[in-house]
Nanobody
Framework: QVQLVESGGGLVQAGGSLRLSCAASGRAFSSYVMGWFRQAPGKEREFVAAISWGGDRPLYANSVKGRFTISRDNAKNAVFLQMNSLNPEDTAVYFC?????????????????WGQGTQVTVSS
């Protein structure tokens, strides 16, 4: 069992930056692939980024590649999402999730545990 708590969301102007954090508690955090997803009003949840258990292999959605950076600190049971050059289309609730299947990193069906989400709003 893994519990996940996101933080760091807020309101930012277009072009600005935010850093999301996800604190994990429970067992064997370092054995999970960790991912970030987001859901905008009226839209389906979509994949944003994921990172391997060792933290050396990231995967990004095309829409955020070059602007967002995912990282993790297994010693602190935490995963981060640095978001730069934000635009209004990035406005959504952002969720942290843990994947024990270690496959299909971009599919939310493969993630066992989810946080409550943190709101990110980008104004134009």
């Amino acid at each position: 069992q893994v519990q996940l708590v996101e933080s760091g969301g807020g309101l930012v102007q277009a072009g600005g930056s935010l850093r999301l954090s996800c604190a994990a508690s429970g067992r064997a955090f370092s054995s999970y692939v960790m991912g970030w997803f987001r859901q905008a009003p009226g839209k389906e949840r979509e994949f944003v980024a994921a990172i391997s258990w060792g933290g050396d292999r990231p995967l990004y959605a095309n829409s955020v590649k070059g602007r967002f950076t995912i990282s993790r600190d297994n010693a602190k049971n935490a995963v981060f999402l640095q978001m730069n050059s934000l635009n209004p289309e990035d406005t959504a609730v952002y969720f942290c999730a843990a994947n024990s299947y270690l496959t299909h990193w971009s599919s939310d069906l493969k993630y066992d545990y989810w946080g409550q989400g943190t709101q990110v709003t980008v104004s134009s």
